[in-house]
């Protein structure tokens, strides 16, 4: 039988908003895909980003085109040539492995050859604000060994000493958001160091990257913008430190494990991030956090509600997906 794919659109509400360098936002809009075939089905979620010049309606569009178009025998590895990278990709990536999953009656950890996935401790994010609203947010998630916060650019020296003084006991990542410019580079990036800061995400705007090369980076710094596939990693030698795979950039599981294995085997730190979906986004990259250095999954706390069944949290750390959920 030949696969069947369809698409729909979900918004779910962010409790409290979601603000970075770039804007604010109340519900994450994500695109679910399902592929059916003997009677199985299995469900993939992605996330388009404007960033990245996609939308609701033309990832639904993407992935519409290609349903109408599905050869017999289509598979996987033809999906890698069939799409370009990006949400679409991934969510009929993800769909797809999880119906050969249901239909094997095996994990995706099996069918890849690998462990079955161990519980993560992954970041809390702290949205970009005034250094006072984001000292009263920290607070409230100071007991979080590890918190993620997103800066802005002008001002984030207070911004990062706030966040240090409501959490003095917490591991502490910072994410620019490309919002960075080389004349506060080095006052930033001194007090990411004062702070502890254990990594810095995408300080500079994509395409500027070179001036990485004029600043010491004493706080690695990790590529986000700059880093879509395994492709691009030629193009941040000595200039990164590490890379932020999100499986909306590489076009699904398939792209995150080959980025992930290539970046390894070049000596770049790894961080496991996401846009911001729910439970069922996130459990593919489970996968692919066993053994990064840093896991940034916490998209599903900062929504108002979940699927059920969704992932399990305790605390911070991440439980493995149910097979009802995805995998």
Not at 9 to 24: A, N, Q
Not at 226 to 240: I, P, V
Not at 281 to 305: E, T, W
Request: glycine fraction near 8%.
């Amino acid at each position: 039988m030949t696969i069947k794919l369809a698409a729909i659109t979900e918004s779910w509400p962010i409790e409290g908003g979601f603000t970075i360098s770039r804007g604010s936002r109340t519900h994450a809009n994500v695109v679910v895909a399902t592929a059916t075939e003997d009677g199985f089905s299995g469900r993939g979620e992605c996330v388009p980003y404007a960033r990245y010049n996609e939308t609701v309606d033309g990832v639904i569009a993407d992935i519409e085109r290609l349903a109408a178009n599905l050869p017999h025998g289509f598979d996987i590895k033809a999906l890698q040539q069939a799409m370009p990278p990006g949400a679409a990709r991934n969510a009929v990536d993800c769909a797809l492995w999880d119906l050969a999953a249901k239909k094997a009656g095996k994990s995706v950890s099996a069918l890849l050859g690998r462990a079955e996935p161990q519980p993560q401790v992954t970041a809390f994010t702290i949205s970009v604000g005034s250094p006072q609203k984001m000292a009263e947010d920290t607070a409230k998630a100071s007991e979080r060994p590890l918190l993620k916060v997103k800066l802005a650019g002008e001002g984030d020296v207070e911004r990062i000493a706030a966040v240090r003084r409501a959490a003095p006991l917490a591991r502490l990542i910072v994410d620019a958001n490309e919002a960075w410019t080389a004349e506060i580079f080095e006052a930033n990036m001194a007090a990411c160091l004062a702070a502890g800061v254990e990594l810095i995400e995408q300080p500079l705007p994509q395409g500027k990257d070179e001036m990485l090369s004029k600043f010491e980076h004493p706080v690695p710094v990790c590529a986000d913008e700059s880093a879509h596939t395994a492709d691009h990693l030629h193009e941040l030698k000595g200039l990164y430190d590490a890379v932020n795979i999100k499986l909306d950039k590489t076009g699904g599981l398939t792209g995150a494990l080959l980025l992930a294995d290539a970046a390894r085997a070049e000596g770049y730190k790894i961080m496991v991030g996401c846009m911001l979906g729910t439970s069922l986004a996130m459990a593919p990259a489970v996968i692919v956090a066993q053994g990064a250095d840093y896991v940034d999954l916490d998209a599903p706390l900062l929504l108002s509600r979940d699927r059920n069944p969704g992932l399990e949290f305790d605390g911070s750390t991440l439980l493995p997906p149910s097979p009802a959920l995805w995998g």
